[in-house]
């Protein structure tokens, strides 16, 4: 089966703590992206690959970083400089035909 | 600017058919998508509108102007899983910008 998938689903972390988010996905496609989403908001572009060893930040990289050594794999960290780390993180990767993006079911961050 | 407006929350009876405008600014366009995000879930694929006019498919169409700037997405028999937010995005040079959502509640 072709997809997406991002673990964990739910994850919880101490303030000052790094955490990295997983994103991975069987689809080969080039481009992959990572989305946040705060309560009742639309999605903010964090950081974007169009290709593997490259990235771009997005609207709202401060406090985060991000790899892409191999092409099915584009993780996440938070890390401790991000103010208000809580929120619901979304993957997704781009088909290149249609520019359509796709999503992994996400994962859902708390700082304790 | 790079904007993009779309009304909050729509209510709509069972069975009917409802519509959810969004209008855009954006300084490239690669196309104009619709998402269903149910509560608590990621944003699920409707439909990408490239050129003008409408796009059906099944219970759910989307209309494109981009000239107006302007898209809609028609969601006729309305169920109850219909109800849902619907995000309306568009861009271009390799990037979506978002709304904010228009939170749809079907009634019975």
């Known amino acids: 089966d072709g997809g997406i998938t991002q673990s964990p689903k739910y994850l919880f972390r101490k303030e000052g703590q790094n955490v990295t988010l997983s994103c991975e996905q069987n689809l080969n496609h080039d481009a992959m992206y990572w989305y946040r989403q705060d309560p009742g908001q639309g999605l903010r572009l964090i950081y974007y690959s169009q290709i593997v060893n490259d990235f771009q930040k997005g609207d709202i990289a401060e406090g985060y970083s991000v790899s892409r050594e191999k092409k099915e794999s584009f993780p996440l960290t938070v890390t401790s400089a991000q103010k208000n780390p809580t929120a619901f993180y979304l993957c997704?990767?781009?088909?290149?035909?249609?520019?359509?993006?796709?999503f992994g079911p996400g994962t859902r961050l708390t700082v304790l | 600017g790079q904007n993009i407006d779309q009304p909050t929350e729509m209510t709509a009876t069972e069975g009917a058919i409802v519509q959810i405008n969004c209008t855009y600014q954006?300084?490239?366009?690669?196309?104009l998508f619709w998402y269903q995000q149910h509560a608590g879930e990621a944003p699920t694929f409707l439909s990408y509108?490239?050129?003008?006019g409408l796009e059906e498919k099944g219970r759910f169409s989307s209309f494109l102007s981009r000239s107006k700037g302007y898209s809609y997405l028609l969601l006729k028999e309305l169920q109850m899983k219909d109800s849902a937010s619907y995000l309306c995005?568009?861009?271009?040079?390799?990037?979506?910008?978002f709304g904010a959502g228009t939170r749809l509640a079907v009634h019975p």
């Open positions: 997704a990767s781009k088909e290149r035909e249609s520019d359509t993006q796709y």
């Open positions: 509108n490239v050129l003008d």
């Open positions: 954006t300084s490239g366009f690669n196309g």
């Open positions: 995005a568009t861009g271009g040079y390799n990037k979506l910008i």
